[in-house]
């Protein structure tokens, strides 16, 4: 039998381990939180969760984001969950590329996924770049068929997919999505984004002072995801903004394809 002292350490041991496989599954489970959110989620004190939660990050099974104090399960942990999984995996290879890529394009970048109706941001450049009017996006969920991020994914994902897409967003029946889904403006726009390779968001159909173009994240089987780039726009033309960020935007998107499908 253990000593009273050597009990107690075990004790502590134990305890500490269900704490951490507790926030391990909680992070899976919402896919992305903050350390705050998980204290008050599973009612264990915040210092406890930062330091289970470092510990976690050396052992390599969870990944601060680069741009904001959220945290996401890593690819070492892949079995918790594949859809999540995956998109760590893009978190984690997008955070250096967006390093060195936001510094030569300097206007603000965007990593979005789809989700049930509209892309979401994961990662972002925003809080970085000296020319975003917009603070706090990740998170944020984007319109798909009046943002470039939105627009390339349709464009891009198989025909199926898309088809269950437009008939989600017609039976949310938004307003302001109405000009969007008639099929002549349809066809025009993946006709478009199929000879260019890239979307554009510039008529004020969003947020009215800026635009953007996104570019695709493609896979075997799909879209990943989508990269864009957004500007103000009386203070950059759609042509200057293409001419200097359409290349860059693909090669983030090749790198990021590669990284992902690499697992």
């Known amino acids: 039998m253990l000593p009273k002292a050597g009990r107690g350490g075990k004790n502590e041991s134990v305890r500490a381990l269900t704490r ?14 903050r350390p705050g959110e998980i204290a008050r989620a599973l009612d264990i004190p915040r210092p406890t969760v ?3 939660l470092s510990t976690l990050e050396e052992a390599g099974y969870v990944i ?15 079995a918790l969950g594949d859809g999540h999984a995956q998109r760590s995996e893009l ?4 955070g250096p590329l967006f390093a ?7 206007w603000p970048l965007d990593l979005a996924v789809y989700d049930n109706a509209a892309m979401v941001i994961l990662e972002t450049t925003h809080a970085r770049s000296p020319l975003s009017i917009d603070r706090a996006m990740i998170g944020y969920r984007l319109p798909m068929l009046r943002t470039s991020a939105g627009r390339a994914y349709l464009a891009f994902c198989p025909e199926d997919e898309r088809e269950l897409i437009l008939e989600h967003l017609r039976r949310l029946g938004d307003p302001a999505d109405l000009a969007f889904l008639r099929p002549a403006w349809l066809n025009r726009m993946i006709r478009d984004a199929g000879t260019r390779g890239y979307t554009v968001r510039d008529a004020g159909e969003f947020r009215p002072q800026t635009a953007s173009i996104a570019v695709p994240i493609r896979a075997e089987n799909g879209v990943l995801g989508c990269v864009s780039m957004i500007w103000i726009r009386t203070a950059l033309t759609t042509d200057k903004a293409v001419e200097t960020s359409a290349g860059p935007l693909l090669e983030i998107a090749g790198k990021l394809s590669e990284a992902v499908q690499a697992h």
């Open 64 to 78: 601060f984001s680069a741009s904001a104090n959220l945290v996401r399960v890593s690819p070492l942990a892949a």
């Open 20 to 33: 951490g496989l507790a926030i391990l599954r909680h992070v899976n489970a919402v896919g992305e939180a």
């Open 100 to 106: 060195a890529y936001g510094a030569k394009l300097v």
């Open 50 to 52: 930062y330091r289970l």
């Open 91 to 94: 978190c984690q290879a997008a």
